[in-house]
């Protein structure tokens, strides 16, 4: 199984940037997919995740900032990010679960982890 991210970046407080996580040897029929981020110096949190019957599920803290979405055709979910915040800064990891929407409830709900890539929002 991998899980390959992309589209980190470094954005001015207010802008976009959005993230792509490819799938390879998993069944999106099986498995929720979404992402995980971690600040300097916290603990991950669970950020956004796309059940396998397709209903987005958000943190609290980027709800009405963040989309995720889903394009079966290239086996990859999107992230899009308006809004940022320097809070937001952290490394974002692409996962995935079989818990559904509890693989973005706590690190341990999570099978399979990407490598991570870094959103810096700067004021």
């Known amino acids: 199984v991998q899980l390959v991210e992309s589209g980190g970046g470094l954005v001015q407080e207010g802008g976009s940037l959005r993230l792509s996580c490819t799938t390879s040897?998993?069944?999106?029929?099986?498995?929720?997919v979404g992402w995980f981020r971690q600040a300097p110096g916290k603990g991950r949190e669970g950020v956004s995740c796309?059940?396998?019957?397709?209903?987005?599920y958000y943190a609290d803290s980027v709800k009405g900032r963040f989309t995720i979405s889903n394009d079966k055709t290239k086996n990859t979910v999107y992230l899009q990010m308006d809004n940022l915040k320097p809070e937001d800064t952290a490394v974002y990891y692409c996962?995935?679960?079989?818990?559904?929407?509890?693989?973005?409830?706590?690190?341990?709900?999570?099978?399979?982890w990407g490598q991570g890539t870094q959103v810096t929002v700067s004021p």
């Open positions: 996962v995935a679960g079989n818990l559904g929407w509890l693989t973005i409830t706590t690190p341990s709900a999570v099978n399979y």
């Open positions: 040897g998993l069944s999106r029929a099986d498995y929720a």
């Open positions: 796309i059940t396998t019957d397709e209903k987005p």
